[in-house]
Nanobody, 121 residues
Framework: VQLQASGGGLVQPGGSLRLSCAASGRTFRTYDMGWFRQAPGKEREFVAAITWSRDTDYANSVKGRFTISREDAKNTVHLQMNSLRPEDTAVYYC????????????????WGQGTQVTVSS
């Protein structure tokens, strides 16, 4: 499966953005999907994940502010980000795997190219 992330941009603190990840392939609905982010000088970190059956998981730092969802008919997964903070600034990546939906980066087999999110006044 190939992934294409979009929706990043510049937003003020407290604002919102919605990221989308479009996937190719007819087996998308069987894949678990994740969002990760990487800030300059830091390691890539888990943000959120959603299984094929729509179970979700979030990093503690984004719980209550971010929501992951999927539209299988459109082969798309979304990340709605509200109440954004400067520390949310990073390149955001979507990832997919047919068997894994956890927080470990190396367990995902497919990655998108990333989209920049900058939270600044």
């Amino acid at each position: 499966v190939q992934l294409q992330a979009s929706g990043g941009g510049l937003v003020q603190p407290g604002g919102s953005l919605r990221l989308s990840c479009a996937a190719s392939g007819r087996t998308f609905r069987t894949y678990d999907m994740g969002w990760f982010r990487q800030a300059p000088g830091k390691e890539r970190e888990f943000v959120a994940a959603i299984t094929w059956s729509r179970d979700t998981d979030y990093a503690n730092s984004v719980k209550g502010r971010f929501t992951i969802s999927r539209e299988d008919a459109k082969n798309t997964v979304h990340l709605q980000m509200n109440s954004l903070r400067p520390e949310d600034t990073a390149v955001y990546y979507c990832a997919a795997d047919p068997y894994y939906s956890g927080p470990i980066v190396d367990r995902y087999n497919h990655w998108g190219q990333g989209t920049q999110v900058t939270v600044s006044s």
